[in-house]
């Protein structure tokens, strides 16, 4: 609970109405899309502006007491979870799109907007934001930008990161900073933009971002490719970049998520095929053609059982919608769904989904593996229950064990989902401690109280993924 | 001149033949390619590997000594005269090209690599490394890693910020960190790749990089455009924006400009025009032809005297090697050029051209503009001569103007040339007071010694642009 003189500093600033600190409330943001990481916090706050985010900081900050940004929760990563406490500032005033500017080819907007609005009324203008996180019909923009979101548009068209001009940003003082702009070509100091995108709200608090847009590629081709076994689909991920052919999306499915996902969508998905590529061109209608019926050649050359080019523009859709309900259906299955994000090359997919498999018997649990084969960027997920204690223990292991690969291979520990509270005792395996000292030194310079989101990216302790005991 | 235990040191590393300190070595790298700004060195020193960066940097970290990496310095914002001495590094030995990975369409490659090197390689497989900076042909891709460079294909492919996947580099302490990889997505932390692109060589010394390649685009053409005023041309950009078209480059020369590069390349330009632009597109050959006949429609409904597409590729590579000799060309005709890279929102290219006019003439010195229309980054070069200091105090008067214009119209002070020396007078009027600050303790959190390329980035003292007064 607030002392009562930091509660009346704060609702002088934004009102009595935007400050909440009922337990119901308080309940309500003690967690994120994150299985098994919960803290309640002291209050959540609604700021109006970027002026009220500002004095907000500074009260905070004087207090030392924690802040915790918060888009609408969809990481994975414990990420948004108020783990030490303090205020959860959310953006529900702060959501508008405030210009499309077409002939700078830019989009500025608040930190609260939804990503997928933001998506739908550009392309009302023929215009294109790529990034595609699967959850972005209740993502925001500044969530996306805090974590880093990537989506399965990546390979082709870039992450959020690729999409960002400038920034507005409160720092954990109140001094407000702006970056870029309008500009496709800004190198006045340093990188502050991209130094935000994927700090996850340790930095400072967003408040306004300017996107470069796209024109809206002319038309969409999708196909569905079913393979005996995933080595023949890595195969054919490998001759279509080989033939110097970059699809809009490049999708895989392992045999289990392609039984859950049919039992969850009803599309009409074999379930007995052994992994699956979901393939999307997009562009120019010539390229696009000439594009798909290329990769139809290489799918059936590299061992595809069979590549079907959507009929229909609704069917492609209807192919695209189950692919991205792949995590909703697995949700269904047990108590408890922890979706993971290793990424390796494009090289070594298949080795990787192998070797996921291998892991997940070893630890005897159960992993389905789905992804962006294109990016390297795949989902194991574990359907587990988090109350077994004794299981949890083992997903834990298999986890370690996944990530411990994905750094073998050449990969990371989290291509799109951030590191957050739950990967930070991994995060020295992918850039060293000698990166992590340097990360540290970084956070000091912008937050020397360390109120901005404390308890993400850094690991206090041991090395434990999941809290297996609180 | 260093100390003699000093120099045992870090011949002791490198060997008594990777160390010159003869006076002629010393001015020889005393300075780099931005006029008026001299100072001799300690030392010059050629590392063989990463291992020698580390312990020279032990060495120089311990003594507090300068250290300023060098490409082959063709930056022009005074980024690597070593203005406080201390000791150059330049690249020789590390020139490599390491590898180009095909199937993950990734190059790794030195830092003393030369750009045009890369490009020449990677085209010989049917890929493409797209950013082109004018000097490509000399710069090395550790020298553009460092200044951010961007280049004539910004507009549409971005620039070299967009293309590095992974770093290696060494702290001033000595650790080595190793960012990214062959990765299309990570997340794993703040991303300091991003922070080290156009840091300037004052965070620390790359000394390895993983460059993203895409396919080769199949075929290019070319296209001349005509203007009485500039005014058209500024219009024709807009409106082939607003028709959704990305050409691969949108030049813009003005008049003066177009004289000096026709008597230098004598290729035929008209000299008696207000304006041209030169206007490429690359692509696969349905589109690019569709692009160029409505790209020449649109040319001539905004304006334009005559729009032609180049007949053969050999004339198109003529307009196109012609636009990137603008430099040199104007380089003959003073015993000093100053060129600089204010750069502005797109669709104020016409109005802030107007006002490089309007400046030039109240402060009766001459200046040129040509630059990447498309994306607002342009070239006012000023033709002087750095003894008549009298002029030179005019020359100074005109960039600030030209800056402080820039950022009115919402542009900044560089945007692919970098701060450096030359321009860290004025980086607080594009990231403010707040902004320097974080950058300040950004430096600090790598550097606290300040050793890394001191002097540049950061204002000393008084706004000066061009040093008037040594």
């Known amino acids: 609970m607030l002392k009562q003189d930091v509660r009346d500093q704060l609702t002088a600033i934004v009102g009595e109405e935007n400050l909440l600190d009922s337990q119901q ?29 500002s004095a907000i900081m500074k009260v905070l900050n004087e207090e030392k007491l924690p802040l915790v940004p918060r888009g609408n929760a969809t990481n994975l990563c ?36 939804i990503t997928q609005d933001l998506i739908t009324e550009v392309e009302t203008r023929g215009l294109f934001y790529a990034p595609d996180p699967s959850s972005m019909k209740i993502s925001t923009i500044g969530g ?7 989506g399965l548009r990546g390979l082709k068209y870039g992450v959020t990161r690729d999409y960002v001009m400038g920034l507005e940003f409160v720092m954990p003082n109140g001094d407000i900073v702006r970056t870029g702009g309008k500009l496709a070509k800004d190198v006045a100091g ?14 400072g608090v967003l408040t306004e971002a300017t996107m470069k847009l796209i024109p809206k590629p002319e038309t969409k081709k999708t196909m569905l490719a079913l393979y005996h076994n995933l080595e023949s689909a890595g195969d054919t991920v490998s001759t279509i970049i080989a033939n110097k052919i970059i699809p809009a999306t490049l999708e895989f499915l392992d045999q289990p998520t392609i039984r859950v996902v049919e039992d969850f969508a009803q599309i009409g998905l074999p379930t007995d095929v052994g992994a699956i590529l979901l393939i999307e061109q997009d562009g120019p209608p010539e390229v696009v053609d000439r594009d798909m019926v290329k990769m139809k050649e290489i799918c059936e050359q590299t061992g595809a059982m069979s590549a079907d080019i959507a009929a229909t523009p609704e069917e492609g859709a209807a ?23 290793a990424t390796v090359p494009r090289s070594k997919v298949a080795e990787m989904v192998r070797a996921i498999e291998e892991i997940a018997e070893k630890n005897n649990v159960e992993i389905c593996t789905f992804g962006h084969a294109g990016d390297g960027n795949l989902h ?12 949890m223990k083992r997903v834990e292991q298999a986890f370690e064990d996944i990530f411990a690969k994905a750094i073998e ?21 992918k850039v060293g401690d000698t990166g992590v000292n340097v990360m540290r030194e970084i956070k000091k310079a912008f937050d020397p109280n360390n109120i901005m989101n404390p308890g993400k990216m850094f690991a206090k302790d041991e090395k434990f993924r999941v809290v297996v005991e609180k």
Chains 1, 2 share one sequence.
Request: proline letters at 6%; hydrophobic letters at 35%.
């Open 25 to 53: 409330d308080l309940i309500a943001y003690s967690y994120d899309s994150t299985p098994d990481f919960q803290e309640l916090p002291d209050a959540v706050i609604k700021p109006r502006h970027t002026e009220d985010v």
């Open 78 to 113: 414990a990420g948004t979870t108020p783990l030490e406490g303090g205020v959860v500032m959310i953006f529900n005033h702060m959501n508008k799109l405030l210009e499309i500017d077409e002939e700078n080819l830019t989009a500025t907007v608040q930190p609260g907007l």
């Open 144 to 150: 996306n930008i805090n974590e880093g979101s990537g």
């Open 190 to 203: 340093y990188d502050l933009t991209r130094l935000m995108i994927g700090s996850e709200g340790t930095l």
């Open 319 to 341: 192919l695209t919608a189950a692919r991205r309900s792949a995590l909703s259906a697995l949700a269904r299955m047990k108590p408890t769904t922890i979706l993971e994000d």
């Open 380 to 391: 194991p997920t574990c359907m587990t229950d988090a109350r077994d204690r004794e299981e």
């Open 409 to 429: 291979l050449g990969g990371t520990i989290t291509g799109e989902h951030g590191v957050g509270a739950m990967k930070s005792p991994y995060l020295s395996w």
